[in-house]
């Protein structure tokens, strides 16, 4: 896949709405990029949505479908939203944000909090809470809320534009994790007019954000030989983040992670480090290391499943993760697409 198809791909993700637990509008689209390349696609009961080509030892590579959100907590007597989030959210980041609420149309709204002209001196020294904070929608009572098909529950996104830094790095939402998407739809094109030496299963996973859920029944179903998460991973640069604290980079390849969640989620073997080393050298590629300790990707769940099962995390670096504002490398979403399908190619060799 080249660089201006992963870019088209991703700017296409990214401006989607799939809220966690209600991703369809993403596994609608990665559905019929599968199917466009041969593969038989089904859905689970969850959402997932899996593509299966070939035969052979199986490989799943997963990317989770779903984007940091909200949901309507209550709607005030003034017809405001009240909300709660849903994944890691940073209050701060919060206030002056667009968003879109998912009522029976969707509808623009701004998040908001009393203005600074309005507060007292030691107000103006906390930061504003989420539960501080409200949504105005543009209306002036709950019943006009509730017309609208709002009601406690109703899921709410981020609004955002997708835009160029430079010629490479591009900024957006939801970067987290439409970029591991457009890496899955990068390996099925490679893979439009041939046929993979394995069992390749793609994996829309749903439920990241909210615990990893998704991606850890479709490994259950599956029962992989080999399960891949593929998602982003932050990287230095900005100030503040030094590489001794974050030792990836924009522009310089996917990364491996090496261990997740301070050890409680995925570690990964010496010996698996070592092949996937050697993938990479095989494709002229340097692999970049990394180690979590407080985030986790999918493969923190699927490394679990069953009798346990052979895992890795593979990571596009991000800067400003869990913003409206991400930034990426399109390169490195080329870069990760490579490597991957090395993997895919190399493991029918492995023993």
Known sequence: MIMKNAESTLKTLSLMHAPTGQED????????????????????TLGNVIGRKGKGRKVMIASHMDEISMAVKCITEKGFLKFVKIGGIYDPMLIGARVIVHASQRR???????????MDGEEMKKIQEAKDL??????????????LGIRPGTHITFSGEFEHLNEHWVSGKAFDNRVGCTVN???????????????????????????????????????????????????????????????????KGPALAVLEGGGYGLITSNEMVAWLESVAKK????????????????????????HGMLTASIGVPL??????????????IAQTVKFVQGIIEEFPKRK
């Open 185 to 251: 739809v990068g390996i099925a094109e490679a893979y439009a007019n041939s046929t993979p030496p394995v069992e390749l299963c793609l994996v829309g996973s749903v439920r990241e954000e909210s615990g990893l859920f998704g991606a850890g029944v479709a490994t259950f179903a599956l029962e992989p030989d080999l399960a891949i998460a593929v998602d982003v991973t932050h990287a230095f640069g900005a100030p503040g983040e030094s590489e001794e604290d974050i030792p990836v980079g924009l522009g």
């Open 319 to 332: 800067r400003y993760m869990h913003s409206q504002v991400e930034v990426v490398d399109v390169r490195d």
């Open 25 to 44: 509008e993403v596994a609608d689209f990665l559905e019929q990029k599968f199917k466009a390349c041969g593969f038989a696609v089904s859905r689970d």
């Open 134 to 147: 409200y949504i105005d929608i543009g209306v002036s009572s709950k019943k006009e809320a509730e017309k």
């Open 108 to 118: 623009l709204g701004v998040v908001a909090s009393k203005a600074p002209h309005g």
């Open 283 to 306: 494709a002229n590629m340097v692999l970049q290391m990394e180690i979590s300790e407080r985030g986790a990707s999918d493969a923190s769940r699927m490394q679990y499943i069953r």
